[in-house]
């Protein structure tokens, strides 16, 4: 029976992914490329939204990691998306520094003001609110959120609607 030739995975990422995948490559021995993972996925989810099987399979192609393992480490960390999500992504820091300081009532202002709850995205597909965030880091700041990767800290409902509001 003749072998059918099949599209590589590979394929589906662009120059531009390619690009950032190999500049996250360089830094790693040959021998340890699947610590560049990290980096790929987030390339990746940077430009499509989310971390579709298919892109996953592409990136552990292009690394040289098995399938699986990309999948591990994908649903691993709360920073990717597995489902289609809003444009912006919203986390709101819900440790015990925050909550002291009042990030319960920053996410339910949130909550409130977009009129859905968090993992949920607004219809018009414009914001999304992760479930939770344990900590961002800033605990300095806190009440904190996140907001496409960008720190927003000493949050008040007023300040958030500015934020929110600013945004495309």
Known sequence: MPKIQTEHKAALLN??????????????PQDQRQSAVLGALRAVQHEHG?????????VAEYIGMPDIAVYEVASFYSMFELKPVGRHTIAVCTNISCMLRGSDR???HIENKLG???????????FYIKREEECLAACCGAPMMQVDHVYYEHLTPERVDEILDGLE
């Open 15 to 28: 120059d531009h992914l390619r690009e950032e995948i190999d500049d996250w490559l360089r830094r790693y």
């Open 106 to 108: 920053i996410v339910e």
């Open 116 to 126: 859905i709850k968090t993992g949920e995205s607004t219809p018009d597909g414009k």
């Open 50 to 58: 989310y971390l579709s099987t298919e892109m996953m399979d592409a």
